[in-house]
């Protein structure tokens, strides 16, 4: 067992637990299974707080679309209960994330390197690429715009630091495989010795980070091949440049200080985290087997790990400053998992996710100026289902509420649906309605007034258009990645890890088709490992989708247009009254 986070936060902020948890009334009595308890306009309404805020905290669940939310509701709490992180959040809306080709197409089916790229720089690319348009270019992330504020920063992630999501934010990249140094044909020009900026490693340390947390240490024992710190790791180049490499929870938890004098590297396991829990990969016609399969801890997790709300937590404690500060964490594996058909293991990292969620939420209602937002980069292939064709994978499992649930996996690749995005805090209104991916890049970003490119503020008028004139974006697309980054599955589409959710070696190529000779083909399928397929591990995902219209803000109404939020939020679910009554202790 991994060393898990300290009560404390949670214990501090009783209101993620009233609430919370089980169903209290049984679900077959009369009402027993509704939500509400009355009309709650007025307490969403309440809960459209004006921003700017001080501080945000972005946390993304990779992969998380709704039938995973649902499929780890329905395990840990019953399909009458509320998980106390996730769907706590008051105000809630649905976001579009497809990317786009090299001809400006849209690609319905993106990968994670793409939806990343979306948020951190407001702009669509093609999949694999990190931080670059569809043309090659560098763009400059919202992390390292915080940075020029003067604002504190953090990235922390289960997955290895290399992989997409972490990486939007410290690189800017061709290629998602380009992990490390070595990786030379993945690299391409980006490459240090061919002058570019570096692989994904190296950008870390020169993007500089307060905080910087997750797995893939062993890519940062490649060798430099140009520059300063030829000759030497990029471990070595970190330690002369006056990080502070902590390994192990304990080493976390003595921390005190994250800056820019200190800044803080945690690289906790080789590759990526271990799952929380033990693997229950789903066979072909699983679901007509005998019994329904009980989910169980993993084994293998170290305990000299820390999970991701310990992580969250202790970030959130080392960053708190007077100026305010940017935080990205990220639950990596409910992907990794749903690529390899690993119900049990998909789930566990959705409830692990639900913890970090309310580190965050606990931070933010105490502090009174965060805003905190919860969402993923794509949807996946998880279906809650029954009756399934006995030809696919498929699985039943019993539920703590002793029911048994069905989930089959029609392909083990990404899905191209829209996802749920919800927020608390100054500025929170801004998710409501249907806004897009690159859309995130200017909420957050207006939130804490940095100096950027994205669409001024909201309308000071209540648009006129009707609810049904909503753009026409077409609903995000998912790819079903490819091995390098965000995997793009076999032809069978089991991804080629281990039990142990180690990846096998990274796929080589990257999409074909994309400016700047990106890649043309698709890493290795590995669940979890580097250069990896199935948007396990290191690499690229499928096709590079170049040219992405400058994402900014679609408005969608705010603070500053409150009949038109009232209107648009009539239909939240039941979240908000549940977190009113969370905060008011009854």
């Given at each position: 067992?991994?060393?898990i ?50 501080n ?7 992969g998380m ?15 009458g ?17 497809y990317s ?9 089916v ?9 948020w ?17 270019n ?9 940075k ?14 290399q ?12 290629q ?10 993945e690299?391409?020009?980006?490459a240090?010795?061919k ?19 997750g ?24 330690e002369?440049?006056g ?6 929870a ?17 690289l ?30 993993n ?6 790990s ?7 937590s202790?970030?959130l404690e ?22 390899a058909?690993?119900?049990?293991g ?9 913890k ?11 502090d ?14 998880a ?24 989930i ?16 608390y805090g100054?500025?929170a ?48 697309g998912?790819?079903?990645e490819?091995?390098?980054?965000d ?27 994309t ?10 399928t ?22 992405a ?38």
């Amino acid at each position: 067992m991994r060393k898990i986070a300290a009560p404390v936060a949670m214990a501090a902020a009783g209101f993620l637990f009233i609430g919370g948890g089980v169903a209290v009334a049984d679900i077959a009595d009369p009402f027993g299974a509704n939500r509400l308890t009355g009309d709650k306009t007025t307490q969403v309404i309440a809960e459209a707080k004006e921003g700017p805020a001080k501080n945000v905290i972005l946390l993304i669940g990779d992969g998380m679309g709704d039938q995973e939310i649902t499929q780890a509701r329905n395990y840990e709490v019953g399909a009458g209960g509320t998980l106390p992180g996730i769907d706590a959040l008051p105000l809630t809306g649905q976001m579009t994330t497809y990317s786009v080709t090299a001809e400006g197409d849209a690609d319905y089916v993106p990968d994670s390197a793409a939806t990343g790229t979306g948020w951190a720089t407001g702009q669509k690319t093609y999949d694999n690429a990190v931080s670059v348009d569809h043309q090659g270019n560098p763009l400059k992330s919202i992390l390292k715009y915080a940075k020029d504020k003067g604002l504190k920063t953090g990235n922390v992630t289960t997955s290895e630091v290399q992989d997409a999501t972490p990486a939007v934010l410290a690189a800017s990249v061709k290629q998602r495989a380009c992990y490390s140094p070595s990786r030379v044909e993945e690299c391409g020009d980006d490459a240090l010795d061919k002058g570019g900026a570096g692989s994904i490693s190296e950008q870390h340390i020169s993007t500089r980070a307060d905080l910087t947390m997750g797995g893939g240490a062993e890519y940062f024992d490649d060798e430099i091949l140009a520059g300063e710190y030829e000759g030497q790791t990029v471990l070595e180049s970190a330690e002369a440049e006056g990080f502070n490499v902590i390994n192990t929870a304990d080493e976390l938890e003595a921390l005190t200080v994250a800056d820019q004098e200190a800044p803080v590297l945690g690289l906790f396991e080789p590759k990526n985290m271990v799952r929380e829990w033990a693997e229950t990969v789903a066979p072909v016609g699983g679901y007509y087997a005998d019994d329904a399969v009980t989910c169980q801890p993993n084994p293998e997790v170290p305990s000299t790990s820390p999970d991701l709300a310990a992580m969250t937590s202790k970030s959130l404690e080392l960053l708190e400053n007077d100026k305010g500060f940017f935080l990205q964490v990220e639950g990596a594996s409910i992907d990794k998992a749903d690529h390899a058909r690993d119900a049990c293991g998909q789930i566990g990292e959705t409830i692990a996710f639900d913890k970090a969620v309310q580190e965050a939420l606990a931070f933010a209602d105490a502090d009174g100026e965060t805003l905190v937002i919860v969402t993923a980069d794509h949807s996946h292939n998880a279906q809650l289902t029954e009756g399934p064709d006995d030809n696919v994978p498929s699985i039943r499992l019993l539920t703590n509420e002793g029911s048994e649930m069905g989930i089959v996996y029609p392909s083990g690749g990404h899905s191209g649906t829209q996802i749920r995005v919800a927020a608390y805090g100054p500025g929170a209104a801004n998710v409501t309605g249907l806004i897009d991916q690159t859309d995130l890049f200017g909420i957050m970003s207006r939130g804490l007034q940095l100096d950027t490119d994205a669409p001024d503020d909201e309308p000071t008028t209540a648009p006129t258009e009707s609810p049904s004139s909503e753009p026409s974006e077409t609903p995000t697309g998912e790819p079903t990645e490819s091995p390098s980054g965000d995997p793009t599955e076999t032809p069978s589409g089991d991804p080629t890890e281990t039990p142990s959710g180690e990846p096998t070696e990274t796929p080589t190529g990257e999409p074909s088709g994309t400016p700047g000779g990106e890649p043309t083909g698709s890493p290795s399928t590995d669940g979890d490992g580097a250069g990896g397929g199935t948007d396990g591990g290191s690499g690229a995902d499928t096709d590079p989708a170049p040219n992405a219209p400058r994402g900014g803000l679609a408005e969608t109404g705010g603070p500053a247009a409150i009949a038109a939020i009232a209107a648009g939020i009539a239909l939240l679910g039941g979240s908000a009254a549940l977190w009113k009554q969370r905060r008011s202790g009854h």
